[in-house]
């Protein structure tokens, strides 16, 4: 054999052609051509002209985002509702459940696993726990006690009552009910209340429309989170070394601005990370830590008024507080960045549109109405608690031959309350579930809250100790869970129109700070005109009566 045929590879054996109908050709798919290949440049400019922009989706607004309004709403209501986790029927349009999307993907786009889910819960009741906290103690202990006390002075100028300091001689307790120290008490926190409820509305508005075109790598709410924390621990201490009601009414209205950069993009946080299928656990570890962050910020704030005198509250109060801004985001997965997010122009329409009603909505108006005056009810009494306690209930502390200073006596009935408070939003929150689901006509449970609330309120108001008060903080917490999980199955059921729920849900709440308003003026004139507190209780009464009438007259 020659080398050349020994050299050379054997030839390959023909395939065999395939039979008629043996290769199928996908139309459209195995038969595209490749366009870069066949088309010259002159098509392929022409392709060009033809091509469209499609500018990114604007993002939507937290302002009529339902969900996040929805959540805005539970956490300004009571704990108790928060906690029952009640379905009121969100008429919420970007729901997943509307248009059959994925209900364990997020808003923003997150598919969170199990650990992820677990998270995000510890995260938000961490955060309510701790934003209420120091809130708690700075509404109910520490800022009342100092108007007190920078009002409340002997003969020598010294603040002789409170604290123990001075000679207690030299003091005329009898003041507290002729028209003096109550009157001046009454206005000083009235002056101070209304302005950080002013304060706040435009804080919460102007926070909202930023958060919402903030554009960073870490997203578009956690720096707000974190600055309202740092921002909101700083005016606080600055707060407590005030001696003039001109003073704390200006930095309590900055402290607003803090807390409203802390717990605003915090509710919007919770509609575009938390998917809808997991809502309901979210939203009820949130009730449970509201329940416990309120009792624990009285705790708190009694602590540091015992201890350490009027300035200790407000430290705790800002460690607090920045805490409140920073756990939350480590305990939450990191928030997506929102550096893609499309560019949207600032307007004044985004910062005045949650203060533009819905036009010819009876049934909204009443629901309004109704809840305006359960916020005025229900707060005016805890609003002044302190002055009820320092002013009506130990009255006499000293007359009666007691040296221990009358914040001793004041802070136990306050922390008490606390107690009696959270066990009756407990009893609350596991009625209210199964009530609230298996009712058919919420009014007449709602107004007979109303009324039980009111039958609490005539406790002390007709024999005033300390036992009808802890009495009245039982019995209140209880009613309070109630009204407001029945009041927001009336607001979502009156909502007029589904497709504007986020924006008519966002007006809505602006009923709350109406009814802190109505408290803060109704009992500063009321104590001007009778010279003691003991108005405050027939004011609530009158409140919550007309919000009963007021819910019996919506429409199923």
């Known amino acids: 054999m020659r080398d050349d045929q020994q050299n050379t590879a054997p030839e390959p054996t023909p395939a065999p052609k395939p039979l008629p109908g043996s290769v199928y050709v996908r139309p459209g798919i195995d038969d595209r051509p490749d ?27 937290s302002v009529t985002q339902a969900e996040t309004q929805a959540a805005q709403m539970i ?58 906290m120091a809130w708690a103690s700075l509404n109910l202990l520490a800022l009342p006690a100092l108007i007190a006390y920078i009002g409340w002075r002997g003969p020598s100028g010294e603040h002789v009552a409170l604290f123990g300091q001075g000679e207690l001689a030299d003091l005329h307790i009898g003041e507290i009910g002729d028209g003096g120290l109550a009157v001046s008490w009454a206005w000083g ?22 958060s919402d075109r903030t554009r960073t790598e870490r997203g578009r709410r956690t720096p707000w989170i974190a600055a309202g924390g740092f921002l909101a621990a700083l005016t606080t201490l600055l707060l407590g070394l005030n001696t003039s009601v001109v003073g704390i009414a200006l930095l309590w209205g900055l402290t607003q ?30 009730g449970i830590g509201q329940m416990v962050g309120q009792a624990l910020g009285v705790w708190l704030g009694v602590g540091g008024l015992v201890t350490g005198g009027s300035y200790l509250p407000f430290i705790t109060a800002a460690v607090v507080f920045v805490i409140a801004g920073i756990v939350p985001l480590l305990v939450w997965p990191k928030e997506p960045s929102s550096e893609a997010l499309a560019r949207t122009p600032m307007s004044s329409r985004a910062f005045f549109d949650r203060f533009r009603a819905p036009y010819h909505a009876t049934e909204f108006w009443k629901a309004f109405a109704s809840r305006t005056l359960v916020s005025a009810g229900v707060g005016i009494v805890p609003m002044f608690l302190w002055f009820v306690a320092a002013g009506l209930i130990f009255r006499g502390w000293f007359v009666q031959g007691n040296s221990t200073a009358l914040v001793m006596p004041v802070g136990s009935l306050i ?32 107004a007979a809250s109303c009324v039980l609330y009111a039958v609490a309120v005539a406790l002390p108001m007709t024999l005033l ?40 849900l966002a007006f809505f709440n602006l009923s709350n700070s109406a009814g802190l308003l109505i408290a803060a003026l109704a009992g500063a004139i009321g104590v001007q005109a009778t010279g003691g507190f003991a108005v405050l209780f027939p004011i609530a009464i009158v409140c919550l009566i007309a919000s009963a009438l007021i819910t019996l007259t919506m429409r199923a």
Do not use: C
Request: proline share 6%.
């Open 465 to 504: 100790s300390v036992t009808s008060m802890i009495l009245f903080a039982l019995i209140a917490g209880f009613a309070f869970g109630l009204i407001d999980t029945f009041g927001q199955l009336l607001a979502m059921s009156a909502m007029p129109d589904p497709l504007n729920a986020g924006h008519d």
């Open 415 to 446: 922390a008490s309350m606390a107690l009696a408070t959270l066990a009756g939003s407990v009893i609350a929150a596991f009625i209210a579930g199964p009530a609230g689901e298996y009712v058919e006509d919420p009014r007449y449970l709602s």
């Open 257 to 286: 601005v803090g807390y409203a950069m802390l717990t605003v993009p915090m509710a919007a946080a919770f509609s575009e990370r938390v998917p809808d299928k997991f809502r309901p656990r979210v939203v009820r570890a949130r």
């Open 189 to 210: 926190l009235a002056v101070v209340i209304i302005v950080g409820v002013v304060v706040s509305l435009f804080a919460e508005a102007g926070v909202a429309a930023l």
């Open 75 to 132: 956490a300004d209501g009571s704990p108790a509702a928060a906690a029952a986790s009640v379905d009121a029927a969100v008429p919420d349009m970007a729901s997943a459940y509307v248009d059959m999307r994925d209900p364990v993907v997020s808003a923003d786009g997150q598919r969170p696993d199990a650990r992820q889910v677990t998270r995000l819960a510890w995260g938000f009741a961490l955060a309510a726990l701790l934003s209420v």
């Open 35 to 61: 366009y870069d290949k066949a088309l010259t440049p002159e098509d392929k400019a022409a392709v060009a002209r033809l091509a469209v922009h499609q500018p990114r989706k604007k993002v939507e607004a």
